[in-house]
């Protein structure tokens, strides 16, 4: 790192955590919602949008953008955590339940793939996006959800580290052997459990 | 637009980290499209949790670099996405 | 014969001294050790750490010439900016400020290189073509030069006195200005954002073939870059240096 030189005066914009135990170790809390971009912001019309479940599948299912919002929708206040080391608490999303799009779902597949516009990917064990821990989600503290941050919608799984809550999502890929994503392939570690700091290979 | 995005310039300092010849003057071959260029010319995305720069001609990812700050510092080098990286010597 | 490569490293160089320019910029002047001189266009990545390890970094051009005996580098404060408002409120003449560099060959420009030079500025964008001006007259060049130079009001125009300076009496160096939010009275110059009309009757023609550098904020520098190329400049004529929707 620095090799120990402080700069004189310099504090910073967060806020210090310390006692906080809603804060997993390493982490500050910061006031905004920063972006993080690895590619080009997409805009995919939402006429040409939709959502889909497919691979180790009976049958794919897809959505339009006017079917998927049809569904039952979900108010999910979590707490989010960046690998990059910033977190907020009690944000507010609106979106579908993941195990509401797996509803019925016949499957083998442990893992998911989750893609999106842009090629982004991320993967998951199925049992880290089922019973109630994962949404795709299309609403943020009221407003349709920002093209920067991922609309019209995209994967939330607020318990792991936020680049596995894939932005501008179109579907989970079920799969028999895991896929490591975009980041997982590149360093980044492929559970992302903020409360045991995963966030390298190896850690 | 984009806001997001910046020119290939802006990796040059990660990517100097790594290698010891300029990279933004280097000639890129994209392996998606074939389009050549300095690495420069194309689009930077850079951020703290990685850089990639981006063929401005089809957008595919070109170079990734990750790197790691705590702990064992380790970078980890994406280069699939080019056919090859020509390095020049300085004017 | 290449160069012996060199390996990028963080150095704590000295802050000699600070002098605002404009009410919202300021100019640091440095001494680096180990310092062996940079190209004009290139910058320099500084990172400031606090006392409990958070670390916050950012790109900083280069505003003075390769020929120049300090550093200098230009801050605009921006209000709601992390390092910015360090840099010009907290930091002064004694402190260490850790840097490195310089960084980024591909947005330089060297007298040998010719022209002529078309450079368009916004804001505080200006900084990396301040090089490339202050580099040119150093070196006895006379390249003809044309800067495009948007800023918000004739208050603001960072370096205004230095370029009026160095405009007066070389007829190779113009300097043609555009105020965007705020005119003084009387003002004929051009009053508002670049287009492509203004592009049109200020740039070398495309059969000159200038090399052009454009730096400022994202939104300028991609519709100046666009309507350069739809008026028949070479695209690789054309370096970029975005610096993001917020301006660096």
Same mark, same amino acid.
């Given at each position: ?5 402080? &700069? ?8 210090? !955590? ?22 080009? !912001? ?7 949008? &939709?959502? +889909? ?17 049809? $569904? ?24 579908? &339940? ?8 016949? !499957?083998? +597949?442990?893992?998911?793939? +989750? ?18 821990? +994962? @949404?795709?989600?299309? !609403?943020?503290?009221?407003?349709? $959800? ?16 936020? @680049?596995?809550?894939?932005? @501008? ?15 997982? &392939? ?14 390298? @290979?190896?850690? | ?22 990279? =933004? ?15 420069? %010319? ?8 990685? =850089?990639?720069?981006?063929?401005? %001609? ?34 | 014969?290449?160069? #012996? ?57 280069? #505003?003075? #010439? ?54 368009? #500025? ?24 044309? *800067? ?17 300076? *160095? ?52 939104? /300028? ?6 309507? /350069? ?20």
């Amino acid at each position: 790192m620095s090799g120990g030189f402080i &700069s004189r005066g310099f504090r910073g914009r967060r806020r210090r !955590t310390e006692g906080d135990d809603r804060v997993p170790p390493g982490q500050y809390l910061v006031e905004g919602f920063p972006v993080l971009s690895a590619g080009p !912001t997409p805009h995919t019309p939402l006429t040409e949008w &939709s959502f +889909a479940i497919e691979g180790e599948v009976d049958e794919s299912r897809t959505w339009s953008w006017e079917e998927f919002r049809t $569904l039952p929708s979900e108010e999910i206040t979590r707490d989010i955590h960046c690998v990059t080391k910033w977190s907020k608490l009690e944000t507010t999303w609106e979106g579908v &339940s993941v195990d509401a799009l797996l509803d019925g779902v016949d !499957t083998a +597949a442990e893992y998911v793939v +989750a893609f999106a516009d842009g090629g982004y990917t991320t993967n998951l064990p199925l049992e880290e996006v089922t019973g109630g821990k +994962a @949404w795709v989600a299309h !609403t943020y503290e009221g407003e349709p $959800l920002a093209p920067e941050h991922g609309g019209p919608a995209r994967l939330l799984v607020p318990h792991l580290y936020f @680049w596995k809550s894939a932005k @501008w999502v179109r579907g989970l890929r079920l799969v028999t052997e895991d896929e490591p994503g975009f980041w997982e &392939s590149l360093g980044y570690h492929n559970q992302g459990d903020p409360w045991r700091e995963q966030r390298y @290979w190896g850690d | 637009m984009d806001e997001h995005r910046l020119d290939g310039n802006a990796a040059a300092g990660v990517l100097a980290e790594i290698f010891t010849f300029e990279i =933004t003057t280097a000639r890129a071959a994209c392996a998606h499209c074939g389009a050549t260029g300095e690495v420069g %010319a194309q689009m930077a995305y850079v951020s703290e949790i990685g =850089t990639v720069v981006r063929c401005s %001609a089809c957008d595919n990812a070109l170079i990734r670099v990750v790197r790691q700050d705590d702990g064992p510092q380790r970078y980890w080098l994406d280069l699939k996405g080019v056919e090859y990286l020509q390095l020049r010597e300085r004017l | 014969m290449a160069e #012996a490569p060199r390996k990028l490293a963080w150095c704590i160089a000295e802050v000699v001294e600070t002098s605002p320019d404009t009410s919202r910029t300021k100019s640091l002047f440095l001494e680096i050790p180990g310092w062996e001189g940079h190209r004009a266009g290139q910058h320099i990545d500084v990172r400031l750490t606090a006392e409990d390890g958070y670390q916050a970094q950012r790109s900083y051009s280069i #505003a003075s #010439a390769p020929e120049d005996g300090r550093v200098e580098l230009l801050v605009e404060r921006l209000d709601d900016g992390e390092v910015s408002p360090y840099l010009t409120d907290e930091l002064r003449a004694g402190d260490g400020l850790e840097l490195r560099g310089p960084i980024g060959g591909w947005f330089a420009w060297e007298a040998r290189e010719g022209g002529p030079l078309l450079l368009v #500025a916004g804001g505080s964008g200006i900084a990396p073509l301040m090089a490339m001006i202050r580099h040119r007259q150093a070196a006895g060049n006379d390249t003809p030069v044309r *800067l495009l130079f948007s800023s918000r009001s004739y208050e603001g125009i960072i370096f205004r006195d230095e370029l009026e300076r *160095l405009a007066t009496g070389d007829e190779t160096l113009e300097i043609i200005h555009t105020l965007t939010r705020s005119a003084p009275p009387g003002w004929e110059g051009y009053d508002r954002r670049i287009d492509e009309e203004m592009l049109g009757e200020v740039a070398f023609s495309p059969d000159e073939r200038p090399l052009t550098y454009i730096c400022g904020p994202t939104p /300028l520098v991609e519709t100046v870059a666009t309507d /350069l190329v739809g008026l028949g400049h070479e695209p690789a004529r054309v370096k970029t240096e975005r610096f993001g929707p917020t301006g660096g």
